[in-house]
């Protein structure tokens, strides 16, 4: 029978809410981790722990915490928002609420833990910021609702605030996930093979190449030739020759940046 493979020792992390000793997750030490400040703490893991993801989690290669904003709730109702002052429309995140909340996940953070805000108006994500949070010891992350947080909590705590895209959604969990999913897959031995994440679009600043698999022929199209030819020279300059020309075509941003970057970047 193999033994369990153990990843950290075991730490306890100070809440204000009564544990439950049955249920607590065990947390481990030394282990990158999520921890998210939300209004839907059900809404965790999510796809998150489904496929090499879900596993890594299971094995304890990451570790995932939720922080259930409603619980730092004003009065009986445990309200979290008040309208925006100076008018208009919506409601936003009171600091108060928002700030317990934040003392609550940072307690226990230690070394590199970027405190992030999920918001339309932050620096676009991407695989470099993904490689950043993954060489982190963990992540804070803040997912909004309604109009957004009182900026007095953006200011006080140093908020890093990051964008999935030029869209807008209607809270940050799905955006939160996303991250989360992008990072975690860059942790050791995630994917098993480093190889992986060397290859793939954005490693190089570059789209990824076609991929092709069998049967050799389908609906009249063939494999290219040269995939088929065991010249793994050859290979490697078809694939970088149809990186290039999708990245050129698709995404002209990527291909500009490429050119200005100077040598050894």
């Not at 489904?50 to 890594?56: D, R, V, Y």
């Not at 995630?190 to 698999?213: C, I, K, R």
């Not at 793994?232 to 078809?238: L, P, Q, R, S």
């Amino acid at each position: 029978m193999t033994e369990p493979k153990s990843h950290g020792r075991k730490s306890i992390r100070p809440t204000l809410k009564p544990r439950d000793l049955m249920a607590e997750p065990v947390h481990l030490a030394g282990v990158w981790t999520a921890r998210i400040i939300t209004l839907f703490p059900q809404a965790f893991p999510g796809v998150l722990g489904e496929s090499l993801t879900g596993k890594a989690l299971k094995d304890g290669l990451w570790q995932l915490d939720t922080i259930d904003l409603r619980t730092h709730g004003i009065g009986r109702h445990r309200n979290v928002d008040d309208t925006p002052a100076g008018g208009g429309a919506g409601m936003v995140l009171r600091p108060d609420v928002l700030g317990a909340a934040i003392d609550e996940a940072q307690a226990t953070a230690r070394g590199a833990w970027p405190l992030v805000y999920l918001s339309p108006r932050g620096a676009r994500f991407d695989q470099q910021m993904a490689r950043r949070l993954a060489r982190a010891d963990g992540i804070t992350m803040i997912c909004g609702r309604f109009e957004g947080v009182d900026q007095r909590v953006l200011d006080h705590y140093g908020v890093e605030e990051v964008s999935l895209g030029d869209f807008v959604l209607t809270g940050g969990e799905i955006a939160a996930q996303a991250m989360i999913d992008a990072t975690v897959r860059l942790l050791p031995g995630v994917l098993g093979n480093a190889a992986s994440t060397e290859e793939e679009s954005f490693s190089d600043g570059l789209l990824e190449h076609p991929q092709y698999t069998r049967p050799a022929e389908w609906q009249g199209r063939t494999i290219p030739d040269v995939l088929m030819s065991g010249h793994h020279g050859e290979i490697a300059k078809w694939r970088r020759a149809m990186s290039e020309e999708i990245t050129r075509e698709r995404r002209p941003d990527l291909w500009s940046a490429r050119g200005s970057r100077s040598p050894g970047d």
